[in-house]
């Protein structure tokens, strides 16, 4: 495997979960294929969740893990071709990232949506640079318009906790201060719909995700009939798409808060169990009493974030 950004790039899903439960079954197993092996994790952007996980995985598998914020650790780089570097960025993209990869067996990377560019945005282009100068295998960390280490982990943790071969899985918009990317979501929809589960989307009007992510999935604008019989739900805040209306992409077009997910539209569920990626606005995005009920699932979600990542850096150290 060279690269991990789509539900494709993994293969069989049900092969990737019995190996999911292997890893976790003794995560130490396969220790000795990272020997004298680096992987290296470049963070445009914060995070909790993924730089630990990550280390953490490459640790199971006796990888060395070196952590590179850019701006922080780092130059400031420059990320578009043909501009006249005249400002406060010390390098480009095109020289540090083969210098990153004579580094490393493996790199992963979190760059964030511009939320001001769609095509460039939708295009990945940082990600594709990594692709073209590394040399290297390249894993999302997050990326402008996917984030699938997250929707393994989802698929993972769903897969631990359903009742049903086919579960329906409701994806809900929920309010939030700030514009978010869409990555989150747009993986979700994507690898659930590629599980073959009955996938429902919902949101106010204007948030229509990209159809190549949400193929397959039912959209429905009043939530509470979403909800109905759902075994799981996932809220999650995203921005504008800018499908419908390009010139909204990356706007709040809604605030309401009758959208945050509380126990009266989990009521209308078939006691569904609740999913949010992390980090999440209580009281924004879900009540206090549904993210601290026996229904949510966000801490085994996010523990399977080390399992969904060293899934994939194993198949990625096997293939090298
Ligand atoms: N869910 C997730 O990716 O969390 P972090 O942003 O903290 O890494």
Redesign the pocket.
């Known amino acids: 495997m060279r690269t991990f950004f789509n539900a494709e790039d993994i293969g069989n899903l049900d092969k990737a979960l019995s190996e999911a439960r292997a890893i976790k079954a003794d995560r130490y197993a396969w220790k000795h294929l990272g020997r004298d092996k680096t992987i290296l994790l470049v963070f445009f952007n914060?995070?909790?969740?993924?730089?630990l996980s990550s280390q953490k995985a490459a640790m199971n598998l006796g990888m060395n893990a070196i952590v590179l914020n850019i701006g922080q650790d780092s130059w400031r780089l420059e990320t578009e071709l043909g501009v006249v570097m005249d400002g406060d960025k010390s390098e480009h993209l095109r020289e540090a990232i083969p210098v990153m990869g004579s580094y490393c067996d493996i790199i992963g990377v979190?760059s964030f949506a511009s939320l001001s560019d769609r095509e460039a945005d939708y295009a990945e282009t940082v990600l594709q640079q990594f692709v073209a100068y590394s040399g290297r295998p390249v894993i999302s960390l997050?990326s402008a318009t996917v984030?699938p280490?997250?929707a393994l982990a989802d698929l993972i943790t769903i897969d631990e906790y359903k009742r049903k071969t086919t579960p329906k899985v409701v994806l809900s918009w929920a309010p939030h201060p700030k514009a978010l990317p869409q990555a989150?979501p747009n993986s979700f929809a994507q690898w659930m719909v590629a599980a073959g589960y009955e996938v429902v989307i919902c949101h106010p009007e204007g948030y229509e995700l990209d159809p190549r992510f949400t193929g397959g999935a039912k959209i429905e604008y009043d939530q509470m009939k979403a909800f109905e019989g759902a075994d799981f739900v996932y809220a999650k805040n995203w921005s504008c798409p800018g499908v419908v209306c390009p010139e909204d992409y990356g706007k709040i077009l809604s605030t309401d808060m009758s959208w945050t997910v509380g126990s009266r539209q989990m009521a209308v569920t078939d006691n569904a169990r609740f999913m949010h990626?992390?980090?999440v606005r209580r009281n924004m995005i879900v009540t206090d009493e549904v993210i601290d009920s026996p229904a949510s699932l966000v801490i085994p979600e996010?523990a399977n974030?080390e399992i969904s990542a060293q899934l994939v850096m194993k198949r990625m150290l096997e293939a090298l």
């Open positions: 914060n995070s909790l969740r993924t730089r979190r997050e984030h280490c997250q989150v990626c992390l980090p996010a974030r």
